[in-house]
């Protein structure tokens, strides 16, 4: 006879968590032959992965209601602006605590996050931006964006600032990392340990297992010069168009002018060259012809209280285009 039973409660929640580390160690280990592929805990990324488009949304309202809205949006990432609005780690803390979904997580059944979390800084790539990426990604984002990067050295700074110094035996070791050791609040956030958040905790697609991705922004003439050897740069995930309001204005145009199409088709351009996800706005109106361009980093509107109406419309556009 046991002499130690255990409750059939206890066991579905040991057991629930044995599938889950097992998941994200490649794998259900029960009878394969072949492990499977690690789980992305990031969304988009596992998205871009399966050949597909994210689509997103934005917001600049941090309090905790909108953080629950956000978390069952179904968008596939949330860009927090602070660009324009107030930086503070702890805001942001405290908003992906609030995006924690447990129901959502027992629903899937892993660890992986609901909406993958972006900010965007407010310094620009002519400014020092390594002490808030890491206070950033030490909170638990899963994404930087980065506004107005020019050059390549600018871009190159970026990814750097975002990346771990490589180990001895790394396979990808340049370009070598600059943010420092401690990953703070993530690894409670991200629900593994320090030694897999710190294999996790790297860029994509440089590192195919990484979880992390960078967002430059090409929102100048200059950008917009340069877009092919800042495309080049290892560790760029993603090259973002800004069409709605610094472009256009570095260009001497208003948006919505020809000069401003033709710069967000020179981004996608050099996006396709270098393999490298594009990004840009879109509407209801718009993003299905955006999708079936190539851009795959799609973001459709902001929150407020709750989704508003025409930036639902899109997301459900987009989610339709991008199946």
């Known amino acids: 006879m046991n002499q130690f039973p255990v409750r059939p409660r206890t066991f579905a ?3 629930t968590a044995l599938m889950t580390a097992m998941a ?3 794998g259900t ?3 394969q032959e072949q492990a499977r592929p690690a789980l992305h805990l990031n969304p988009a990324i596992a998205k871009w992965v399966a050949g597909k488009a994210a689509i997103g949304i934005s917001t600049s309202s941090f309090s905790l209601e909108d953080a629950q809205t956000v978390a069952r949006s179904g968008a596939d990432f949330v860009r927090l602006d602070m660009e324009h609005s107030p930086f503070s780690a702890e805001t942001i803390r405290m908003y992906l605590i609030g995006m924690t979904d447990k129901a959502g997580i027992l629903k899937k059944g892993n660890a992986q996050f609901p909406i993958a979390p972006v900010v965007r800084i407010p310094t620009y790539g002519r400014e020092s931006s390594d002490w808030a990426v890491k206070q950033s ?6 994404g930087i964006k980065f506004p107005t990067i020019d050059n390549k ?3 190159l700074r970026a990814v750097r600032g975002m990346r771990y110094p490589p180990q001895r035996d790394s396979k990808y070791p340049q370009p070598a990392g600059l943010r420092g050791m401690g990953a703070g609040n993530a690894t409670w956030l991200w629900g593994i340990g320090g030694d897999e958040y710190n294999r996790r905790a790297d860029l994509w697609p440089l590192n195919p297992d990484g979880d992390l991705f960078s967002i430059i922004m090409i929102e100048s003439a200059e950008g917009v010069k340069n877009v092919d050897e800042i495309a080049a740069v290892p560790g760029v995930g993603v090259l973002f168009v800004g069409t709605a309001g610094d472009l ?3 260009l001497g145009v208003s948006p919505g002018a020809p000069e401003v199409e033709a710069a967000a088709q020179k981004v996608l351009a050099a996006c396709k060259k270098h393999n490298v996800i594009c990004g840009g706005l879109a509407n209801a109106g718009d993003i299905e012809r955006k999708v079936k361009e190539g851009w795959k980093y799609i973001d459709v509107g902001r929150t407020g209280a709750g989704l508003a109406t025409g930036t639902a419309a899109a997301l459900k556009a987009g989610q339709a285009a991008s199946r």
């Not at 990604?137 to 899963?142: C, E, H, I, Q, V």
Request: zero cysteines; hydrophobic letters at 50%.
């Open 13 to 15: 929640i040991h057991l």
């Open 29 to 31: 280990g029960l009878g």
């Open 153 to 155: 050295e600018e871009a």
């Open 137 to 142: 990604l030490d909170a638990g984002m899963m």
């Open 248 to 250: 256009p204005a570095s």
């Open 24 to 26: 994200l160690a490649g």
